[in-house]
């Protein structure tokens, strides 16, 4: 099933890159999406290309009530971002994938990060979600749909709390 989202940013493309390789906005990002736990790794550099896979654990209180028999009380969300060099203008290409952990459920998809206006960027997010179980694997793809979302569109929350930490630095 197809997913396309944007989050606009409170941050430079420069200052969202450097946000997402650093390994405090793991824990940014667990509080804001009330994971029991989030952990980070980048390599590369964000003056570069630069991979960042973070693993969220998240409790499905939230989850479509269709999904929980095969999760149980918590899952593991790993999001792996493959980010481009930047362009003259700061612009990134890269790739995103979500796997949940045991599970035969993810999304893969491009994303594109591109400055919109002096301190704001835009992340574009065009991905597609699997859920490969048989004979309810597409009404899965649809009912995870708004929690996968929901998740995504958690990044500006998240961005705006970064930008306060780091300007109280």
Known sequence: MKLRETMNLPLSAREAAAMYADSDYAEIR????GADAASAVVSGD???EFTVTTDLHLPTDRVPDIAKRFVGSSLTVRETQRWSAPAADGSRSGTMQFDVV???????????LA????????????????????????RLEKAAQPYV???LRAEERSATTYREQSAAS
């Open 30 to 33: 667990r509080r804001t999406l």
């Open 46 to 48: 964000p003056a570069g």
């Open 102 to 112: 045991g599970l035969p459920a993810g999304m893969q998809g491009t994303a594109r």
């Open 115 to 138: 400055p919109a206006g002096e301190g704001s960027c835009t992340v574009e997010i065009d991905g597609d979600l699997t859920a490969k179980v048989p004979l309810i694997g597409a």
């Open 149 to 151: 979302s929901k998740v």
